[in-house]
């Protein structure tokens, strides 16, 4: 933690808001990508990523300066989120339903060596199919997936934000990656 985010979170302790605001700027974006992530759904991920940076704020107080602030901030956005879903599972959500990402258009110079049309058509509908399979999997691999290999997370930062240990996040990682590519090699057998 640096000498600025330690004076920020100090200031935060102390109830000034606008320090907080600065302190959460830049995780404000990663926060609402995990949970949009974990939620499948652009309106829960923004109220529920709000709703965890407000717990955030209320909750500074008990963060010990000890371990990243990241860290904390992203385990309690998980945690929201997961709260959310057993909240609402009487409701039925289908995996199939694309994540909106609010980019309907794309842009091709022609004049220079950027991939074709077709290049990036095909390369949109892997990233889907990518992302479908991903939403299959079993919560506790999704969840280590999305946390390592889309938002780039190390090991110990998962371990801290999932509160468990290091070689169960490792296994878990491991598991489903090899779950994940046996779901795509099916999906490739059954497009052929």
């Given at each position: 933690m640096n000498e600025t985010e330690a004076k920020?979170?100090?200031?935060?302790?102390?109830?000034?808001?606008?320090?907080?605001?600065?302190?959460?700027?830049?995780?404000?974006?990663?926060?609402?990508?995990?949970?949009l992530r974990i939620l499948k759904n652009k309106e829960d991920a923004e109220d529920i990523s709000q709703e965890a940076l407000i717990k955030v704020f209320r909750s500074i107080n008990q963060f010990n300066m000890m371990s990243s602030f990241k860290t904390w901030l992203y385990r309690i956005v998980v945690n929201t989120c997961l709260d959310f879903k057993r909240t609402q599972k009487?409701?039925?959500?289908?995996?199939?339903?694309?994540?909106?990402?609010g980019h309907n258009e794309f842009f091709v110079d022609i004049q220079d060596d950027r991939p074709s049309p077709e290049e990036i058509a095909q390369s949109k509908q892997?990233?889907?199919?990518?992302?479908?399979?991903?939403?299959?999997?079993?919560?506790?691999f999704r969840n280590v997936i999305i946390l390592r290999d889309i938002n780039?997370?190390?090991?110990?930062e998962i371990s801290e934000i999932l509160s468990c240990n290091i070689g169960t996040v490792k296994s878990r990682i491991s598991r489903g990656r090899q779950?994940?590519?046996?779901?795509?090699e099916t999906k490739i057998e059954d497009y052929n």
């Amino acid at each position: 933690m640096n000498e600025t985010e330690a004076k920020l979170i100090q200031k935060s302790k102390d109830g000034d808001v606008s320090a907080f605001e600065e302190l959460i700027t830049e995780y404000k974006k990663i926060a609402y990508n995990i949970a949009l992530r974990i939620l499948k759904n652009k309106e829960d991920a923004e109220d529920i990523s709000q709703e965890a940076l407000i717990k955030v704020f209320r909750s500074i107080n008990q963060f010990n300066m000890m371990s990243s602030f990241k860290t904390w901030l992203y385990r309690i956005v998980v945690n929201t989120c997961l709260d959310f879903k057993r909240t609402q599972k009487a409701l039925v959500i289908s995996v199939d339903q694309p994540i909106q990402s609010g980019h309907n258009e794309f842009f091709v110079d022609i004049q220079d060596d950027r991939p074709s049309p077709e290049e990036i058509a095909q390369s949109k509908q892997t990233q889907k199919v990518i992302v479908d399979t991903i939403d299959k999997l079993e919560e506790d691999f999704r969840n280590v997936i999305i946390l390592r290999d889309i938002n780039g997370f190390s090991y110990e930062e998962i371990s801290e934000i999932l509160s468990c240990n290091i070689g169960t996040v490792k296994s878990r990682i491991s598991r489903g990656r090899q779950r994940l590519k046996e779901m795509l090699e099916t999906k490739i057998e059954d497009y052929n």
